[in-house]
């Protein structure tokens, strides 16, 4: 059974060749790899490098930056495989991760990891205990809940775990060692003034990740049925619009 693996990139060019060929070097081998370049122009070197390396890689251009859960979205809406998942262009992955969730997997159709790696400039790499969203979904499980807030840049992970505990939950893998390893650099999303950890955006944003909970939460237990259509009602029409006509681009590809 195919997994689909999406990795939004922008920035840090140096990190990207690491990230993809830990994704390519995994034990479970039938999966398809999306690079999607977030308005990141491809020089000729990346090409270099990616073009041709393995079969099972597509690098996949959006013309304006528009952020890691709309190239998310893109992928999630053109794939046809049995397993989506998501692995981050900073990031990489021990060559088990997909294989052990994929082993934890039970009828909720999601599993996550209970701890990762956290990697940053200056610190020994250290174990962080919690739930995780780096993990691996049956995508009509992520569809249900309105998929991705093509509108959002910063804070949906959270929310999306949230959302799928209300429609039936997922496996946490809680093995030890992790198999996820999270970097943190500077000028990210995570990192950056504007946009990182305890800033006035990223509080926006928890407020506005608890309104929509609560009232997700509302549609339960009768109306769950809804909560994909109630989402997406909530996203810019022409954003959606664009996140479609790319992954329409996107499907003849991954066929």
Request: glycine fraction near 8%; include cysteine; proline fraction near 5%.
């Amino acid at each position: 059974m195919t997994v689909t693996v999406a990795m939004p990139w922008y920035g840090a060019p140096e990190l990207l060749g690491r990230a993809v060929r830990s994704v390519l070097a995994q034990t479970y081998g039938d999966l398809v790899l999306v690079v999607v370049a977030d308005g990141e122009p491809i020089t000729g070197s990346l090409l270099n490098e990616l073009a041709g390396v393995d079969e099972r890689c597509i690098l996949f251009a959006l013309e304006t930056n528009r952020g890691p859960y709309f190239a998310q979205e893109v992928v999630l809406e053109a794939t046809s495989s049995e397993w989506y998942a998501v692995v981050g262009a900073d990031d990489w992955i021990e060559p088990d991760h997909v294989e052990r969730l994929l082993a934890a997997m039970d009828a909720r159709r999601a599993a996550v990891p209970g701890s990762v790696w956290w990697e940053e400039e200056g610190r020994d790499p250290f174990v962080h205990e919690g739930r995780y969203e780096v993990g691996v979904y049956d995508p009509e499980r992520l569809r249900a809940i309105g998929g991705f807030n093509v509108a959002e840049r910063i804070g949906q992970d959270t929310l999306t775990l949230k959302l799928l505990d209300l429609t039936g939950g997922m496996v946490v893998d809680l093995a030890s060692p992790p198999t996820y390893h999270r970097v943190r650099r500077p000028g990210s999303l995570t990192t950056s003034p504007e946009t990182g950890f305890r800033t006035r955006a990223r509080n926006e944003m928890r407020r506005r990740n608890r309104t929509v909970f609560y009232e997700a939460q509302a549609l339960t237990p009768g109306k769950l049925e809804t909560l994909a259509s109630w989402r997406r009602r909530q996203m810019p029409r022409d954003l959606r619009d664009e996140a479609s006509m790319y992954a329409a681009s996107l499907a003849d590809l991954i066929r």
